[in-house]
Every structure is written in C-alpha cells, then in structure tokens.
C-alpha cells in the first residue's frame, strides 16, 4: 500500500471523525464520511492483494529486469 493512500485514510478519519462529533453523530454527513474511509481502506486493500500475486519468476525479474530469464522481444 502506497503512502498515498495510507495519508488519504487518516485524513478521511480525521474529517468523518469531525463530522460526526459537530453533528452528534447521526447525520447523513457523518455517515457519508465514514463510508468515503470504508472506500479508501477497501481500495488499499485491493492493492495489497494485487500486488502480492507475482510469482517467484516475477519477483526475481522486478530485482533483476537484466537477466536473461528476464528478457523480453517485440514481435
């Protein structure tokens, strides 16, 4: 998960956080808010599992892209 993401999280928390203490916690804004987290943490939740799918193969060519096993040609 990108650093990105994790600071638009706690920046959402922080916001349906604010929301919900200045409405007392059962406004449309407040809910609205929290479902904009739920978004986020399901979408960083979403890149964990992408990116943990290469296989071994994969991985060695993402820390050697040189290697001959690693090569790839145009057609």
Do not use: F
């Not at 943990?52 to 290697?67: H, I």
Request: hydrophobic letters at 30%; one cysteine or more; glycine letters at 6%.
């Amino acid at each position: 998960m990108s650093e990105n993401i994790k600071e638009r999280i706690e920046k959402e928390i922080e916001g349906a956080r604010a929301a919900c203490d200045a409405t007392g916690g059962s406004s449309q804004e407040c809910a609205a808010a929290w479902d904009a987290v739920e978004e986020l943490q399901a979408e960083a939740s979403h890149q964990r599992e992408k990116g943990t799918d290469k296989n071994s193969l994969e991985v060695y060519c993402d820390n050697n892209p040189e290697a001959d096993e690693c090569r790839v040609y145009d057609t």
